[in-house]
């Protein structure tokens, strides 16, 4: 198990499930289905939903791989972060890297804060685009750790 993994256990960002590929694959559906539906709204003035339905998207497909992979970010401080980094660690595709700075700007638009700019309509083409590359990513990946 890699390093980072024992220390989010350790310092109890993730738990240990029992592993879940079924859960994992209908999460995977779940991920798409967002994907599709930021797509739609992309052609609407709602900035900030088009943002939250790519980004809960890319993370929804984050949490299928631990999901295969038998572990949980425990709901404290950063969930959405450790999501990213844990998930990373397994599924070995630049485009994970992406998601950090898709929760910086959904916690922007979602929590409004004057120092930081929500979403603008370029990041939604980005948002879209990154997110259909993470769920492609964890989506092959689930697959593959199902299947073997």
């Known amino acids: 198990m890699s390093s980072v993994i024992e220390d989010m256990l350790a310092n ?3 738990e240990r499930v029992q592993p879940n590929g079924a859960h994992a694959h209908y999460v995977i ?4 289905q967002h994907l599709e539906t930021a797509r739609l709204l992309a052609q609407t003035a709602d900035l900030s939903m088009v943002f939250t339905a790519a ?8 949490s299928a791989v631990l999901s295969v992979e038998g572990l949980r970010v425990r709901p404290i ?3 959405h972060r450790n999501t990213g980094i844990a998930a990373a660690v397994f599924v070995d595709d630049a485009s994970l890297s992406e998601f950090d700075w898709m929760r910086q700007v ?3 638009t979602e929590y409004s804060d004057p120092s930081r700019p929500p979403a603008t309509s370029q990041d939604l ?3 879209i685009e ?3 590359t993470i769920v492609d990513a964890c989506a ?3 697959a593959h750790t199902t299947s073997a």
Do not use: F, I, P, W
């Open 130 to 132: 990154s997110a259909g």
């Open 55 to 62: 980004y809960d998207g890319a993370s929804k497909a984050l």
């Open 12 to 14: 109890r960002r993730l």
């Open 140 to 142: 092959t990946y689930v």
């Open 77 to 79: 401080g950063d969930a």
């Open 29 to 32: 559906r779940m991920a798409q």
């Open 106 to 108: 959904r916690n922007a």
């Open 125 to 127: 083409s980005e948002a």
